[in-house]
């Protein structure tokens, strides 16, 4: 499976799991490393770097920003081998601090 071929259908995993989220997709070209997907749900977020397969290369400085960001707040590797995994670790991250406020439109 093409990388974003894999990001789609974990976007869609993404807005099925955390109803009114918003995924955004960030420019590789802007911060070179930085995670590919910013998770916002309540007042919280996750930072996800998604990857085809769980060998596949890293670019320079992604393990720096996932380290990063995941001091921070969450932030993960994700690919089809660990994506329960990372999804799981989301889950918990988000359940203690989730906020009872949801907006009105």
Request: with cysteine; hydrophobic share 35%.
């Amino acid at each position: 499976m093409l990388e974003r071929d894999y990001q789609r259908r974990l976007i869609t995993e993404l807005k099925h799991r955390f109803p009114g989220c918003v995924v955004l997709k960030n420019d590789s070209g802007y911060m070179q490393g930085f995670p590919d997907l910013l998770i916002l749900w309540h007042d919280l977020w996750a930072a996800l770097e998604v990857k085809a397969e769980m060998d596949s290369p890293e670019q320079p400085n992604q393990k720096y920003y996932v380290e990063l960001l995941d001091n921070m707040s969450f932030a993960a590797f994700i690919c089809p081998e660990n994506e329960e995994e990372v999804l799981d670790a989301i889950h918990r991250t988000f359940q203690p601090r989730r906020s009872t406020r949801i907006p009105q439109r």
